[in-house]
């Protein structure tokens, strides 16, 4: 499990961009301290749906993240003078905080009445909510647990579409699913970052389709230094400082 909070989120990692196309010049995505961590903190909750009896697949609750990551991103609520729009700018000006906590039964009902967005897989979903000051959570998710929430793939994931965006997991981690799917996000938001509002549109025209993969030692190393945006872990548990953790691979990025 990872946090840098006194909560107990299933994840939340720091990490370090290419460059970071938010409202201020300092990346929010970096283990040094900055101007960021004087703002107001803000944190991104996402809740995965684990039922006891019939839990997702570990590949596709980290595609699902992704996704909804990018949903909240790009819905109409969180941009111009949308309900959400304030939150969002505020949590971007700050720290890129997201904390992945799972839910079943009766507390997944009551968090999906909550004001958010659920993003549906193959077979996990995970609902996404506007930034949340980070003592300031609301009680049906501050309550929520981490534990229980050990994800697996029941079969070996499908090769991942090569002609579409990919998240490439560092092969050598070993992180916990919720780590991994929080870190997924960061991919997706960098990526989301660096493209065009041509390519935003056309991507979330398409319903933000995307794989996660791990990819050899050897491949790993070569996508480290491709000049795709990399997230870089700022060390909190788990994982050392600084370590590489995703590369957010979009086809209109590739070199």
């Excluded at 092969?171 to 916990?176: A, V």
Aim: glycine residues 6%.
């Amino acid at each position: 499990m990872s946090s840098n909070d006194t909560s107990p989120p299933l994840s939340q990692p720091d990490a370090s961009a290419r460059s970071g196309a938010t409202s201020t010049s300092v990346s929010p995505f970096q283990s040094e301290r900055n101007s960021r961590d004087d703002a107001p903190q803000y944190v991104l909750p996402l809740v995965v749906h684990i039922e006891k009896t019939d839990p997702p697949a570990r590949t596709d609750a980290l595609r699902t993240a992704a996704r909804a990551v990018l949903v909240m991103l790009s819905d109409e609520r969180s941009v111009d003078e949308g309900e959400w729009a304030q939150a969002i700018h505020d949590w971007q000006d700050a720290r890129i905080r997201k904390v992945v906590r799972r839910a079943r039964g009766a507390e997944w009902r009551k968090a999906s009445a909550l004001p958010g967005i659920t993003v549906t897989g193959e077979s996990a979903e995970v609902r996404v909510f506007p930034p949340v000051p980070l003592d300031g959570w609301p009680k049906e998710l501050a309550k929520l647990q981490v534990s229980g929430t050990d994800l697996d793939d029941p079969e070996p994931p499908a090769a991942p579409d090569l002609s579409g965006p990919v998240l490439w997991l560092n092969p050598e981690l070993g992180m916990s699913a919720g780590k991994e799917m929080a870190q997924a996000g960061h991919g997706a938001q960098l990526a989301w970052w660096e493209l065009s509002e041509t390519e935003r549109k056309a991507w979330r025209e398409a319903g933000f389709p995307l794989s996660v993969a791990t990819p050899d030692p050897a491949r790993w190393a070569e996508l480290t230094v491709s000049g795709l945006p990399v997230v870089r872990d700022a060390g909190f548990t788990e994982i050392a400082p600084g370590s590489c953790t995703v590369v957010a691979d979009h086809p209109a990025l590739r070199r």
